[in-house]
T-cell receptor, first 114, second 113 residues
């Protein structure tokens, strides 16, 4: 088990609604990355935050947004939910933003959009 | 286009047997290659990390190999156990600032008794 926690564990929302997912990073980590993992697929990079600033973004629309707080915890917000947003959302924390840093994943939040 | 492809897509083996999972990538240049184990509905857990200059890395019964010339990696699991049943994901980290990790789709391994 890593020291990364996510909440909630499961969530069911209706199309068009908004959702906020939360992630607490491992102690000492200043970087958080968010991923979307559809069933049977590998994780897809959404964005990364380093010291409260967005540091990189994958191919996701602007309705996916995030925040990182001074304690380095993070939120992922998704507006105007679509059925295809149903997935496992993973966050991962690391000591730094470089590609050689180990990323430690949380257990994920399972989002179902109906 | 940077891609990571894994084979086979799924695999069923008997407990105690060995198996080898394959990973081919087109990412260049790359910083490191990682293998993760992901139990169903859980986050991935790192097994090995190799830089481009390393050929092999072991973690208990897991041994990863890397051939940077042919852009291929493999994960060998020795004396499989029921708890090895999971998805194994190959991940390549490009050697470019601000570039995200590139994940394969994973190989689903089922170990039966």
């Amino acid at each position: 088990e890593t020291g990364v926690t996510q909440s909630p564990t499961h969530l069911i929302k209706t199309r068009g609604q908004q959702v906020t997912l939360r992630c607490s990073s491992q102690s000492g980590h200043n970087t958080v990355s968010w991923y979307q993992q559809a069933l049977g697929q590998g994780p897809q990079f959404i964005f990364q935050y380093y010291r409260e600033e967005e540091n990189g973004r994958g191919n996701f629309p602007p309705r996916f947004s995030g925040l990182q707080f001074p304690n380095y915890s993070s939120e992922l917000n998704v507006n105007a939910l679509e059925l295809d947003d149903s997935a496992l959302y993973l966050c991962a924390s690391s000591y730094g933003q470089g590609s050689f840093y180990e990323q430690y994943f949380g257990p994920g939040t399972r989002l179902t959009v109906t | 286009k940077n891609q990571v492809e894994q084979s086979p897509q799924s695999l069923i083996i008997l407990e105690g047997k060995n198996c080898t999972l394959q990973c081919n990538y087109t990412v260049s240049p790359f910083s490191n290659l990682r293998w993760y184990k992901q139990d169903t509905g859980r986050g991935p857990v790192s097994l090995t990390i190799m830089t481009f200059s390393e050929n092999t890395k072991s973690n208990g019964r897991y041994t990863a190999t890397l051939d940077a010339d042919t852009k291929q990696s493999s994960l060998h699991i020795t004396a499989s156990q029921l708890s090895d049943s999971a998805s194994y994901i190959c991940v390549v980290s490009p050697n470019q600032a601000g570039t995200a990790l590139i994940f394969g789709k994973g190989t689903t391994l089922s170990v039966s008794s």
